[in-house]
Structure formats: structure tokens, C-alpha cells
């Protein structure tokens, strides 16, 4: 008799769900159910709450480009990973490749740092 080879994926899938759905009810089962206006009101670090305008507001720019700019790092991160597994494989041509994609990504960051894309001011 064999298995399927999906069957252990679908098992933990299930038991994923299952753990998530169990911990969801086990909160509001057991959870304090005290509301008061502090509770209700959306959390900004102990500030009042301030109304923004229609449409929720305006985030500044330098946000979004800081989130690219981990999301473009990230990448590198996980493109290192299967090389590094191989690299005894890969040999020279590997060495060189990947030489080249760590140049690449520091062009990239030296000229973000150079204009002052990681300042918080």
C-alpha cells in the first residue's frame, strides 16, 4: 500500500487550522470580556487619538521606501541561502555569480545611502 505524497502536507495543513481555530475560540472563551472607552479606541502609544481626513490620510513616502528597501534586502538574504547549501558544487562559476549579485545589491544600497534614503528624520 502506498501513500499519496500529499497526505502529510494536507495532515499538517490540517492540524495548522485546526490549532488556529482551537486558539481563536479558547480566547474568546476564556478571555476578559471588561470593555471600557480606553479599550475600544485605537491604540497610538498613549497619544490621544487625532482625526485624520477623509480617506484615512497621507503617509509620508519615505515609508513605502523603506519597506522596498527591506523587502530588496530580504530577497538577497533568501537567494544566499541555496548557494551558500551548495557552493562546494557551484565552484568557481558560483563564487563569480554570486559576486556579482552582492555587487549589484551594494550598488543599490550605497546609492540609496548616498541620498539619504535611511535617514529618519
Known sequence: MTVNPYVPILVIGAIGFGFGAISIVAAAVTGPKRYNRAKVEAYECGIEPS???????????????TAMLFIVFDI????????????DK???????????FIATVFVAYAYVWRRGGLEWD
Open 51 to 65: 482625526p485624520q481626513a477623509a480617506g484615512g490620510g497621507r503617509f509620508p513616502v519615505k515609508y513605502f521606501l
Open 76 to 87: 538577497e538574504i533568501v537567494f544566499l541561502y541555496p548557494w551558500a547549501v551548495t557552493f
Open 90 to 100: 557551484l565552484g568557481l562559476f558560483g563564487l563569480v555569480e554570486m559576486v556579482i
